[in-house]
């Protein structure tokens, strides 16, 4: 089967524009979750799709959001880039999203804004 | 804020068990406890869950105490590639405000040398 798929892998943008990343989930999940990674902040949850749906959302500013396709497929999206947007962007799906489960990383698109 | 305390880094000699430690205090009695690891650059991996029994698979062995205060993480025969950033979770298994979201420490950097 499979596994997480994030494109681009490599990104370099500058202030002030927009940047859309893509995740493919795991054939058959579901629930799609991003996260956002950086030296000083460490592995931050940024928000979850379930069914097209927005299920829970992390601490970050509006510019920060999200979608989800029928085909389970998500998108994210960061408009009016700032510097401190330069990280590694993680997507990570599972079968549900609840319960006790397991939740599968994609290698990441890593951003650079100059 | 993680709900759990691991040391920042540890060493081990390859090819001998590697025992990470996790301090998690005040979990609850529906909550889980999850182990990833992140090697350099790329997205965690899923390791091991547990409950309050003891757990193995193919990776690890999970050793969770009777009161559920702690746990260690047994990687029986550590090679290099197990050098990573080794990270302990506990998440509920129920909770509408936990959907899709793992919060993430620092983790515990296990360097294994030859």
């Known amino acids: 089967k499979a596994g997480v798929t994030q494109t681009p892998r490599y990104l370099i943008k500058t202030r002030g524009q927009q940047v859309t990343l893509s995740c493919s989930p795991i054939?058959?999940?579901?629930?799609v979750s991003w996260y956002q990674q950086t030296p000083g902040q460490g592995l931050q949850f940024l928000f979850e799709?379930?069914?097209?749906?927005?299920?829970n959302k992390g601490n970050f500013p509006g510019r920060f959001s999200g979608r989800q396709f029928s085909n389970s497929r998500s998108e994210m999206n960061v408009s009016t880039l700032e510097l401190g947007d330069s990280a590694l962007y993680l997507c990570?799906?599972?079968?549900?999203?609840?319960?006790?489960?397991?939740?599968?990383f994609g290698p990441g698109t890593r951003l650079t804004v100059t | 804020d993680a709900k759990t305390t691991q040391p920042p880094s540890m060493d081990c000699a390859e090819g001998r068990a590697a025992n990470l430690p996790c301090n998690h205090s005040?979990?609850?009695?529906?909550?889980?406890v999850y182990w990833y690891r992140q090697i350099h650059s790329q997205g965690p991996q899923y390791i091991i869950h547990?409950?309050?029994n003891n757990e193995t698979n193919e990776m690890a062995s999970l050793i969770i105490t009777e009161d559920r205060k702690s746990s260690t993480l047994i990687l029986p025969h550590a090679t290099l590639r197990d050098t990573a950033v080794y990270y302990c979770?506990?998440?509920?298994?129920f909770g509408s405000g936990n959907t899709g979201k793992l919060i993430f420490g620092q983790g515990t950097t296990l360097q294994v040398k030859p």
């Open positions: 990570a799906s599972s079968l549900t999203g609840q319960g006790a489960y397991e939740q599968y």
């Open positions: 054939s058959g999940h579901r629930s």
């Open positions: 799709y379930f069914s097209e749906t927005q299920r």
């Open positions: 005040t979990i609850s009695g529906n909550e889980y």
């Open positions: 547990g409950l309050k």
């Open positions: 979770i506990v998440r509920p298994e």
